[in-house]
């Protein structure tokens, strides 16, 4: 019985695993017939099909690495490159995989801007399959970017050794040829590609218009700026969204200062390619910076009304974003998730936390709560809590969430940046630092880390550091000019001539950029020559200054014109502009700060000052010239609220909250002056009045002297005066007695 009852448990064992490892065999057939069904749509150019089948997977099985390849190609061929990144460096750490997910990891880096690092994942894929032939072709178009022309060329050339029917890199070798100004080789190059490509098919477009472009780039190379017209108009109507024309076209432009026509291009870009969210957000920018906020806002709503989409939405929603109208940006981003065609996609993902960033920009923390409680994804909801935490002014709370989200997403970008800012305000600037890097590294054109980056270098006198910083940023954001101002200064600070003058070039051609560029070149030469070597710079500009568009350049004349006891003649220019433009409350405001500095009556400065905030209530300088005349007559509850007011419509600006401050000090009240200095150190981590202020208030009070000690060293590392660096001694010698003194007793 015995032996019978084990023969039966043996057979039965046996059938169960048997149906077991069938079971199992039969998994994993689905699971290669699936992998192999997604692999056949990314062959024929499915990508957005291939995503659909692959985001679950990535949510279940998130370790596979043959499931993290094609998710990381899929989302670089539908141009996310910065959401490719994570899933590729997962499957680049499989050995059979490393080659394949190393070069499209270097793809993925390079277009978001990680230039430096795509050339080490490049070097490194090659180690391992050196005659891989996309690896060189990309790796020479990085070094192009790069300005590396003579190690693109030796790239380029490479790959054509391996491949030379490969038409793709002979027109690569042509482009190159053109930066390198070798234009009778690329001429040549040129003539013998011309009929060897085929006509008709997608590829074969694609082909043709990087021909194009290259046409293009050899008349401008040789100074034929009408046969490069010519050329450039041909392009733009045969293929009017191919990613080279645009940009290409639109620098051309630029270049000649006919900005209407680049703007032209883009509309055109939209036109033809309308799901294409750059071109959208690329106009939409345009627009903006060339004082057309309104035309921006209609021509969104029209695309909305011609096509509702998720990604048209989404451009409206960061229009609003930009333009700081958090009130019309929310429920845009809603409608947006509406339109999200992917339930639980990154894509829905990122706008839930785009939405939940404005519901904290307008101050509703308990409906971004609500929705960072309601997020699936662990990491998203600690990222939305982060941002929550930090507008609340928790900086060390903000911290700790922001750390768990990037555990678990170490790669994104915002995330990174969000924490940098936090880093800042608790005052560890060496990890302020190191987030900001991250985040460049992991999306160099997300964010504003490059920007703060080349801030928080400056502030620390690491000047060169800072530069680099700053034309990094530059690289990544062309559209927008604080870039360029911050890389000007810094230039000129290195002694840098040359540089400043190409970057103030640059800058002036963007739209509405020329007064920026004058200002700037004109602040520049009062630091170094005094301020009527500035009046001069501004006038050689010949602007119209009058114009509102102009106003930044009217604005540094008329205080350089003071500065050389010239008020008369900046009023004249003042009242010159308002004349034409009445309504423009800068103006008024601008107006009543050269009256306060002439010493006329304090009601003809008040006359102004009141006229401006008829106009726009929210205008701070006005508020805060009020707020002086209101302490000069000492009428310091006045001058208080005016101070908080004007604190209130520039979310931004720390010297408000200092003011208020102060006053608030004479009155006793150190408990409101510390609110208004932690909040100006909110807006400003590095601003040393504030840091001094605040460190001075502690040591009288005797209380949380680790902090001040901290903030009057902060103080001192950011240019404070004598007062910083006296507050900093008496705190040290404080601390030195209360250690001398906690040594006797133990």
Known sequence: MTCLAMSSRRRLCGIVVAALIAGMLACADREEDALREIRDLQERGLYAE???????????????PEVALLYGRALIELRRPNLAVAPLRQARETPEHAAEAGVLLADALFQSGSTNESIDELDHALEIAPDDVYAWELRARINLARGRFTDALADVERALELDPDRLENQISRTLVLLSLRRFDAAAAALAALTPRVPQGDRESKNLLAS???????????????????????????????????????????????????????????VEAWPERPRYLTM???RLRHSGEAEEAERFLQREIERAPSAVTWTALAEHYVAEGDFARAAPAYREALVFAKRRGSATERNLQLAYGDT????????????????????????LLHGRILLVEGDAQGALEALER??????????????AGQAAERVGDFERAAREYQASIGADAGQTQAGL???????????????HDAARRYTRTHRGTPEGYVVSMRLAHRLGRVQQVDTIARRLAKLPGGRARAVAERAALAASDAGPAAAVREIADAGLDLAAPENGIALRVLAENLAAQGAQRGALERIDA????????????????????????????????????????ARDAGALSGLARLAAARQDQEAALGLYERAAAADGTDAAALIESAKISLALGRSD???????????????????????????????????????????????????????????????????????????
Do not use: M
């Not at 980056?453 to 620390?460: F, G, I, R, S, V």
């Not at 409101?672 to 590095?686: K, N, S, T, V």
């Open 577 to 616: 502009a308002l004349a034409k433009h009445p309504d423009e409350a800068a103006l008024h405001t601008l107006r009543g700060e050269i009256l306060e500095r002439a010493g006329v009556a304090p009601s003809a400065v008040r006359d102004a000052y009141e006229r401006a905030l008829a106009l726009d």
């Open 359 to 382: 519901l904290v920009q307008l101050g509703d923390f308990e409906g971004a709560r609500k929705l960072a409680d309601q997020l699936e994804d662990d990491a998203y909801a600690d």
């Open 405 to 418: 989200g990037i555990r678990v997403w170490p790669n994104n970008a915002a995330a990174r940046y969000l």
């Open 50 to 64: 291939s995503l659909e089948r692959l985001e679950p997977r990535i949510a279940s099985q998130g370790e596979e």
């Open 672 to 746: 409101a002056a510390l609110r208004a200095l932690e909040g100006a150190l909110q807006r400003e981590p590095r601003n040393a009045a504030a840091a001094q202020q605040l460190a001075q208030v502690l040591l009288e009070r005797g209380s949380d002297l680790e902090r001040a000690l901290e903030l009057a060293q902060r103080a001192v590392k950011f240019g404070g005066d004598a007062q910083a660096a006296e507050t900093l001694e008496a705190l040290q010698r404080l601390r030195g007695a209360r250690d001398r003194a906690a040594g006797s007793a133990s």
């Open 283 to 285: 106009l939409a920018e």
């Open 452 to 466: 703060a980056l080349a801030l928080l270098y400056e502030a620390q006198g690491k000047t060169a550091a800072a």
């Open 211 to 269: 021909l194009c472009v290259a046409r293009a780039r050899l008349a401008r190379g040789r100074q034929d700026v009408e046969g490069a017209r010519e050329i450039f108009a041909s392009c733009v109507a045969q293929y009017p969204a191919h990613p080279l024309v645009v940009s290409d076209a639109l620098e051309f432009y630029d270049e000649l200062g006919e900005h209407e026509r680049a703007t032209a291009v883009l509309r055109g870009a």
